[in-house]
């Protein structure tokens, strides 16, 4: 009752740049655009896949995310 709503994960390891770059990414459209968690994962995803050096699968496609997130089932 009193844990994460979600949380995000990688499927492998990540170098520590990409991530770092892939959360930053995910947070602007959580906290920037006011998506939800998946859809702000997905379009950090999107984004990321454009990014010169990190646009290998490898660097993003694993990340997954597991819960609602904000306890709105809706979102």
Do not use: C, K, N
């Amino acid at each position: 009752m009193a844990g994460a709503h979600a949380v995000v994960g990688s499927l492998w390891s990540v170098e520590d740049q990409a991530t770092s770059r892939l959360m930053s990414e995910l947070y602007t459209g959580l906290l920037g655009r006011d998506l939800s968690p998946a859809d702000a994962l997905r379009a950090a995803q999107l984004a990321f896949a454009d990014f010169r050096g990190f646009g290998a699968l490898y660097h993003w496609a694993g990340f997954s995310i597991e819960g609602v997130g904000r306890g709105d089932p809706s979102r």
